[in-house]
């Protein structure tokens, strides 16, 4: 039983790990393209309703992609998390069967 339990810890903290470098990336890359869609400190999409109407759609861009990208950031953490917690579960189980059965040392 303990061994499947310690690859379940790794492939989690390993999943939640690795899940780390996409979400940077994630990141950088929304981050670079809201920044050119947005044009800098004028509308690229002009003064009138078109341009509000496109600065609207390119906030509410922004914010999804925040969301997602805190939300693939916990994910992350979760996983990592889960691995750290199966880990430490094993132990007190493996110390409890040994308390309660002396000939399992």
Not at 31 to 54: F, H, N, Q, T
Not at 95 to 105: K, M
Request: hydrophobic content about 40%; some cysteine.
């Amino acid at each position: 039983m303990g061994r499947e339990l310690q690859v379940d810890q790794v492939s989690l903290s390993g999943a939640g790990q690795r899940m780390r470098e996409p979400v940077d990336l994630f990141g950088q890359h929304t981050d670079a393209l809201l920044k050119a869609v947005a044009g800098g400190e004028r509308s690229p999409w002009g003064i009138g309703v078109i341009g509000m109407v496109m600065d609207q759609i390119n906030e509410t861009l922004a914010q999804a992609c925040g969301h997602l990208h805190a939300n693939l950031d916990m994910t992350g953490a979760g996983v990592r998390e889960m691995g750290d917690q199966a880990r430490t579960t094993e132990l007190v189980n493996m110390v409890t069967v040994q308390n309660l059965d002396p000939s399992a040392r």
